[in-house]
């Protein structure tokens, strides 16, 4: 069964400094990782994409990276800002049918 | 560019009511488009995903059906709300082949 599971489910964090989201994946065959950014209220918005051969990718102060044999990937959060308080997604997408596998979401909070 | 509308953006409606969610695509042509419901505390959930005008693919059995009248319109619809269908609804759209999902603004719906 292809599965997306994120940790931690949530977590608190002062504004300036830096926090890393985890996503491990069962989904096979694997064709590509996204890391998404929710604002509450509001639809997931694209941060990073990578395939099989890529093993990193920055999008400003997000860096995500992928290990796809270990089947996991992080989101490095650099020099929090209070609007980077939202729920990030890690979304799976399986090779030849265009099915996506979605987590459940990392809550960050940012306070000042 | 394109963008991607979604109408009402909250609602309240009773048990056993109808309903009628939109979601129109700007600026592209033969979109795939996608219904997902986001339950508080859960993943995404596709509910149903259209390839073409009146071509409807539905993934979880329920009481919610879809329509796509025109190329760029999407309906979710029920004749019968229960209330285990309150949730956050989002429509999202590919290019035709093309995997990047772009997600609409989504619609809050709450069954009393």
């Known amino acids: 069964k292809n599965q997306v599971e994120q940790s931690p489910q949530s977590l608190i964090i002062l504004e300036g400094k830096n926090c890393t989201l985890q996503?491990?994946?069962?989904?096979?065959?694997?064709?590509?990782l996204r890391w998404y950014k929710q604002d509450t209220g509001r639809g997931p918005v694209s941060l990073t994409i990578?395939?099989?051969?890529?093993n990193t990718k920055s999008n400003g102060r997000y860096t995500a990276t992928l290990d796809a044999d270990t089947k996991q990937s992080s989101l490095h959060i650099t020099a929090s800002q209070l609007s980077d308080s939202a729920s990030y997604i890690c979304?799976?997408?399986?090779?030849?049918?265009?099915?996506?596998?979605f987590g459940k979401g990392n809550q960050v909070v940012v306070i000042p | 560019s394109q963008t991607i509308h979604q109408w009402p953006a909250t609602l309240v409606q009773p048990v056993g009511s109808p309903l009628s969610l939109e979601c129109t695509v700007e600026?592209?042509?033969?979109?795939?488009l996608y219904w997902y419901r986001q339950a508080a505390g859960r993943g995404l959930q596709l509910l149903f995903y259209?390839?073409?005008?009146?071509?409807i693919s539905s993934e979880v059995p329920q009481n919610l059906s879809a329509s796509r009248p025109q190329d760029r319109q999407f309906i979710l619809s029920s004749k019968k709300l229960l209330l285990s269908d309150s949730g956050f609804y989002l429509c999202?759209?590919?290019?035709?082949?093309?995997?990047?999902?772009?997600f609409g603004p989504g619609t809050r719906l709450t069954v009393t």
């Open positions: 999202a759209w590919t290019h035709p082949g093309g995997e990047e999902q772009y």
């Open positions: 996503c491990n994946y069962t989904v096979s065959p694997f064709s590509n």
């Open positions: 990578m395939t099989f051969s890529e």
């Open positions: 979304v799976v997408s399986v090779y030849g049918n265009n099915r996506l596998a």
């Open positions: 600026g592209t042509s033969n979109p795939n």
């Open positions: 259209s390839v073409g005008i009146g071509q």
